[in-house]
């Protein structure tokens, strides 16, 4: 079973910082089964990334992925204030069932 | 526009049972495996069960096994998950989602309560 591990557990940044989240993988995993998501309170989580770097429909280009192996990273160039918000990293395609990170909180500093 | 809808949460005493349903719609449903994905208050999110396209596999979470069942009927677009001998543990929004290897599609989640 692959574990997902997340990087920060909370952020705290200022709008107009960059923002960078880790999601590091217990074994090497195709990075087209790797994907990113947004939850506000209350809420489903909204898709961000899929494939590790593609940006889902109608998210704006300040979101961005990277990585490959067991090392992936979501980027958020310039904090807006609708960013704050918990994110999750998901793994899914090799096995059964996917996986998610426990997810990273980002906060207003 | 795909859309899944849950219903059938609730409040329910440990031991008890509740049954969850999905209505999916904008996407042909027979031709997707689907999933049962929750998260307890405050926690992260955890993949409970998967189908699928024709119901012929399904897998569990381990905590899980032996006491929920996934379901579906491709006649009716509809998904469900039938909970048996429910602990305080399975309190939690459970969503219906579509799983891809382009992302997850998700429903609104409903919420069920184990307590007494």
């Known amino acids: 079973e692959i574990v997902l591990t997340q990087s920060p557990g909370t952020l705290s940044l200022s709008p107009g910082e960059r923002a960078t989240l880790s999601c590091r993988a217990s074994?090497?995993?195709?990075?087209?089964?790797l994907a990113w998501y947004q939850q506000k309170p209350g809420q489903s989580p909204r898709l961000l990334i899929y494939?590790?770097?593609n940006r889902a429909t109608g998210i704006p280009d300040r979101f961005s992925g990277s990585g490959s192996g067991t090392d992936f990273t979501l980027t958020i160039s310039r904090l807006e204030p609708e960013d704050f918000a918990v994110y999750h990293c998901?793994?899914?395609?090799?096995?059964?069932?996917?996986?998610f990170g426990q997810g990273t909180k980002l906060e207003i500093k | 526009e795909v859309q899944l809808v849950e219903s059938g949460g609730g409040l329910v005493q440990p031991g008890g049972s509740l049954r969850l349903s999905c209505a999916a719609s904008?996407?042909?449903?027979?031709?997707?495996?689907m999933s049962w994905i929750r998260q307890a208050p405050g926690k992260g999110l955890e993949w409970v069960a998967n189908?699928?396209?024709?119901?012929?596999?399904?897998y569990y979470v381990d905590s899980v096994k032996g006491r929920f069942t996934i379901s579906r009927d491709n006649a009716k677009n509809s998904l469900d998950l039938q909970m048996n001998s429910l602990r305080a543990e399975d309190t939690a929004v459970y969503y219906c989602?579509?799983?891809?290897?382009?992302?997850?599609?998700w429903g609104q989640g409903t919420l069920v309560t184990v307590s007494s």
């Open positions: 989602a579509r799983p891809s290897h382009f992302g997850v599609y």
């Open positions: 904008g996407f042909a449903f027979s031709s997707y495996w």
């Open positions: 189908i699928k396209k024709d119901g012929s596999e399904k």
């Open positions: 074994q090497s995993v195709n990075s087209i089964y």
């Open positions: 494939g590790a770097s």
């Open positions: 998901q793994h899914y395609g090799s096995s059964p069932l996917g996986t």
